[in-house]
Structures are given as structure tokens and as C-alpha cells.
Nanobody, 123 residues
Framework: QVQLVESGGGLVQPGGSLRLSCAAS????????MGWYRQVPGKERELVAK???????NYADSVKGRFTISRDNAKNTVYLQMNSLKPEDTAVYYC?????????????????WGQGTQVTVSS
């Protein structure tokens, strides 16, 4: 069993900062790409940022220069530092990871998701 648990969401004023964390736990052999997505009601889930096991990163154009993704491979944890937040960043943020589970290696890498954490940017 593999779980992703997010933390760090909340209410912040425009221009403020938040740091999201996502820890993977369970029967993990290897974690490949980890990422953050977000979704607002009525819209599709969209990629915010992703990071490979070698720390190569990719960002959505809307967050470049404001958000920073990082990971601690020893802790199986990915972070999203969000600065200069805007009201349009308001969404539920989901963590995702491509994981090879030790209990089912023949299935290969599977995508796992966290439960989501609400980020609200409002004055």
C-alpha cells in the first residue's frame, strides 16, 4: 500500500507565500517523477510543476518565477514553495508521484495521488 499525504494549504492574502509538502509512504521501491497539480470547480486538473528523481523541473507558464518545486529523496517528500500568490492561484492542490511499489513490481510504475489540499488566495 502506497499513500501520499499533503499538508500546508490554507488561506493567504495576495502577494503572500505558502509551502506545500507531500510525503509518500508505504511499500515503495522507487519514486520517479513527483509533481503538483491543481483544480478549480468546473475545470480540468492542470499541471503546476513536476520534478524528476534527478531534480529536473518543469513548470506551468502561469507559475514560472513564483513557484519552486523541490524534493527530498531520503524522505520521499516533494515540496512546492509558492510566492507572490494571486487570487487565480486559488484551487485544490494535489500531489502526484510515479512509484514502483515493492509489493507489486510486475505492475511497473503507477501514478499515485494525494487527497488534495485547499489553497485560497484572498484579501
Amino acid at each position: 500500500q502506497v499513500q501520499l499525504v499533503e499538508s500546508g494549504g490554507g488561506l493567504v492574502q495576495p502577494g503572500g507565500s505558502l509551502r506545500l509538502s507531500c510525503a509518500a509512504s508505504g511499500s515503495i521501491s522507487i519514486i520517479n517523477v513527483m509533481g503538483w497539480y491543481r483544480q478549480v470547480p468546473g475545470k480540468e486538473r492542470e499541471l503546476v510543476a513536476k520534478i524528476t528523481s534527478g531534480s529536473s523541473t518543469n513548470y506551468a507558464d502561469s507559475v514560472k518565477g513564483r513557484f519552486t518545486i523541490s524534493r527530498d529523496n531520503a524522505k520521499n517528500t516533494v515540496y512546492l514553495q509558492m510566492n507572490s500568490l494571486k487570487p487565480e492561484d486559488t484551487a485544490v492542490y494535489y500531489c502526484s508521484a510515479s512509484i514502483l511499489a515493492s509489493t507489486s513490481p510486475r505492475l511497473g510504475f503507477l501514478d499515485y495521488w494525494g487527497q488534495g489540499t485547499q489553497v485560497t488566495v484572498s484579501s
